[in-house]
């Protein structure tokens, strides 16, 4: 699923209730992580492009305290040289790696350094690219996972794993819905559709608003709020920017539920 909160807290253990998979976390986020063996879930730590630019490989080297399951190595944003020689980091430290990928030309780079070394282990697409997809699902022995909230769509192209949307509105969901592509594909990107709109008309503009009260909300915020409203994040994690979430002025995550079932009454069963 895609970024949640800190390491460690209370939201990952309910996370693993749920039947998360992992998280992911951003490597500019590792000062909030619990130590490693506290984690609940595994974990995986993509790459910040500037930091790597700006250290190289020795990112690579300096995520060892937190023994991460996974690394993400962005693809599109870091020159071929900088590339391999984290990739070359990555098997001195022993780190496995996703290679995270945007369209259609990242995806033919990635192919091809996925053949370069064994610590490739698979490639997260951030958004719905049927080329990439395509591309990237004839390589059987790797993993294929999405970030793009179109789930049906890519899963008929070859992903098999969920990240963001709307894994992080309800773990349960998603695995139900990754069910529902292997046995009634049709069903399932027509329930991918209602689901989008909901997404559109509902927690975008909730997540817009947070924004605008806070310009330094991040993703891991807006993740919260996503499990929020998926009604499995009992309570919002009092501090850091997840705090404010409910605040006076804020969203109400409860109304947008209400709004989810309304609209997706099959959502009904994975939500209190």
């Known amino acids: 699923m895609g970024p949640l909160v800190e390491a ?9 209730r749920e039947g998360a998979a992992g998280v992911t976390c951003s490597d500019s986020d590792l000062q909030l992580a619990a130590e490693p063996g506290a984690r609940p879930l595994p974990l995986r730590v993509d790459l910040d492009p500037e930091r790597v630019r700006a250290e190289g490989p020795g990112r690579m080297v300096a995520l060892r305290p937190w023994l991460p399951d996974l690394v993400g190595l962005p693809v599109g944003d870091l020159p071929a040289s900088t590339l391999h020689d984290c990739l070359a980091a990555a098997e001195d430290e022993d780190h496995e790696v996703v290679l995270l990928v945007h369209d259609a030309r990242e ?35 790797l993993g294929l ?39 009634e594909v049709d069903a399932a990107l027509l329930l991918e ?29 807006q993740a919260t709020l996503y499990a929020a409203v998926g ?5 919002v994690p009092a501090r850091g920017d997840a705090e404010a979430l409910i605040a006076p002025g804020g969203v109400d995550p409860v109304e947008l539920r209400a709004h989810l079932v309304r609209q997706i009454p099959e959502m009904a069963r994975f939500t209190p």
């Open 8 to 16: 460690g807290d209370e939201a990952l253990q309910a996370a693993a």
């Open 107 to 141: 995806a033919a780079v990635a192919a091809d350094l996925a053949e370069t070394t064994e610590q490739v282990v698979g490639f997260s697409v951030a958004r719905l690219c049927e080329d990439a997809l395509d591309l990237l699902a004839t390589r059987d022995h």
């Open 145 to 183: 996972a999405t970030a793009a909230p179109e789930f049906a769509s890519a899963y008929r192209h070859g992903a098999g794993g969920l990240e963001g949307f709307p894994a992080s509105l309800s773990p349960r969901a998603s695995a139900w819905l990754l069910s529902l592509c292997r046995d």
């Open 193 to 221: 559709r209602r689901l989008l709109r909901f997404l559109e008309g509902h927690l975008r503009p909730a997540a817009r608003r947070l924004q605008a009260r806070d310009s330094d909300a991040s993703p891991r915020a």
């Open 231 to 235: 009604g499995w994040l009992e309570e």
